[in-house]
């Protein structure tokens, strides 16, 4: 492996999670002032506390996981398995940046319709277009893949752990976002679960 493919895989992975984490804060920042209220916030119930647990703990762990591989010395929970072949954890990284990439469109998409968890009123009105015409989840399908991607890259025990546990509240925060959508849009929403997947 080139010295240069190495410091690819080293440090590509942990730069890639910081610039999405990043990108998703301001975006959500900015949908907030114009709206005039919070783009984020998670329900009060036992499924919405979950969801939100999962999400910080996988993508803090999955932050711990690939800065300490990067700087080296990592524990044997954060050190990738032995074996994976550099070719694999190449194609792992491109599927994160191919997953960035569609989270960044989707959200694009949504523009002042964005939102971070269920909130407490809805959207003026539901985005059907875009990506969201090929997905009814297209951001999510981008996080999932950039989560794989990730554990493909770096597979240590700790990022297949993430990557598990971003899908498991990913799971939980899709369907709670379903229901509160069928509240919200009624038979308009029930047209466009009928024709669009959930995924893809």
Do not use: K
Not at 75 to 92: K, M, Q, Y
Not at 101 to 125: F, I, K, S
Not at 167 to 185: K, P, Y
Request: one cysteine or more; glycine letters at 10%.
């Amino acid at each position: 492996m080139s010295a240069a493919v190495e410091d690819l895989l080293r440090f590509g992975p942990a730069i890639l999670l910081a610039v999405t984490v990043a990108w998703l804060a301001l975006a959500t920042r900015r949908t907030s002032r114009e709206i005039g209220g919070r783009a984020f916030g998670f329900g009060s119930g036992l499924r919405q506390r979950s969801a939100r647990l999962l999400f910080v703990a996988s993508i803090g762990g999955a932050a711990a996981a690939l800065v300490s591989h990067a700087v080296g010395d990592a524990p044997a929970i954060f050190a990738p398995l032995a074996g994976e072949a550099s070719l694999v954890r190449l194609a792992g990284l491109a599927l994160a940046v191919g997953g960035q990439v569609l989270t960044m469109v989707a959200q694009g998409n949504m523009g002042r319709r964005w939102r971070v968890g269920v909130p407490r009123t809805a959207p003026d009105a539901l985005v059907t277009t875009g990506l969201f015409g090929l997905s009814r989840n297209p951001v999510f399908l981008g996080m999932l893949a950039m989560a794989v991607g990730l554990a493909v890259a770096v597979p240590s025990p700790a990022m297949l752990a993430c990557a598990l546990a971003f899908w498991i509240a990913c799971e939980v925060q899709v369907r709670d976002e379903e229901r509160f959508l069928e509240r919200s849009f009624g038979s308009s929403y029930a047209a466009y679960r009928s024709a669009v997947r959930r995924w893809i």
